[in-house]
């Protein structure tokens, strides 16, 4: 059974930074891509950011595109979420998913994804 457990969450104030990691157990983490995805209260479940298998296939979000940095460790079975100049829009539930990464496209929709972690609180507030 595959479980990912994120971690790093938390209370930060506007232009601050944190950075979520999730580990993966139970599969070979090499072959799975891995988003993630946030959801703030009241709103959808909105995609965040992407990487390959490989670490060669990168995709960020509009709205967090050259302040959020995703990353893996496959030797560690983890990947991770940096998130610079955070803002208050950006407080939200974050989850981390992985899917079997068959090289086709960015895997950005949450249908891409079998298997979701429990989701960690970020809360960006003065």
């Known amino acids: 059974q595959v479980r990912l457990v994120e971690s790093g969450g938390g209370s930060v104030q506007p232009g601050g930074s944190l950075r979520l990691s999730c580990v993966v157990s139970?599969?070979?983490?090499?072959?799975?891509?891995m988003g993630w995805f946030r959801q703030a209260p009241g709103k959808e479940r909105e995609f965040v950011a992407t990487?390959?298998?490989?670490?060669?296939?990168?995709h960020y979000g509009d709205s967090v595109n050259g302040r959020f940095t995703i990353s893996r460790d496959n030797a560690k079975n983890a990947g991770y979420l940096q998130m610079n100049s955070l803002k208050p829009e950006d407080t939200a539930v974050y989850y981390c998913?992985?899917?079997?990464?068959?090289?086709?496209?960015?895997?950005?929709?949450?249908?891409?994804?079998?298997?979701w972690g429990q989701g960690t609180q970020v809360t960006v507030s003065s």
């Open positions: 139970g599969s070979t983490f090499s072959r799975l891509a």
């Open positions: 998913a992985a899917g079997i990464d068959n090289g086709m496209g960015w895997k950005i929709n949450e249908h891409d994804y079998s298997y």
């Open positions: 990487i390959s298998w490989t670490g060669g296939s990168i």
